[in-house]
């Protein structure tokens, strides 16, 4: 079982930024990443990392903005946000899987922290 526990969230205006973080207990992952998810509505990834190469992907809605970075060693992985916009505004989730996974099929990752709140306001 893989410990994810997210930290960094919190209040800002639109255009500000924020660092979210998420440490984690094991290192035989083979892919972690962000999810959010707003009041109403469904989970949505917003990037991934792979541990193997160091890859990251990014959801369209945040590319430009926002950027996934991992410190192994440290054993955290860090969510860079700019430019927040209200619609950045939801729950965010760190998430883990230890096999390959199906672009940002939820289902795919096994482990989740509890997630962090961010509020973005206009």
């Known amino acids: 079982q893989v410990e994810l526990v997210e930290s960094g969230g919190g209040s800002v205006q639109a255009g500000g930024s924020l660092r979210l973080s998420c440490k984690y207990s094991?290192?035989?992952?083979?892919?972690m990443a962000w999810f959010r998810q707003a009041p109403g509505k469904g989970s949505k990834g917003v990037a991934r990392?792979?541990?193997?190469?160091?890859?990251?992907y990014l959801d369209d809605s945040v590319e430009g903005r926002f950027t996934i970075t991992q410190d192994k060693a440290e054993r955290m992985m860090y969510l860079q946000m700019n430019n927040l916009k209200p619609e950045d505004a939801a729950m965010y989730f760190c998430?883990?899987?230890?096999?390959?996974?199906?672009?940002?099929?939820?289902?795919?990752?096994?482990?989740w922290g509890q997630g962090t709140l961010v509020i973005v306001s206009s």
């Open positions: 094991d290192l035989h992952y083979y892919v």
């Open positions: 998430a883990a899987a230890r096999n390959a996974v199906r672009g940002w099929r939820a289902d795919d990752f096994e482990d």
């Open positions: 990392i792979y541990d193997l190469d160091g890859r990251n």
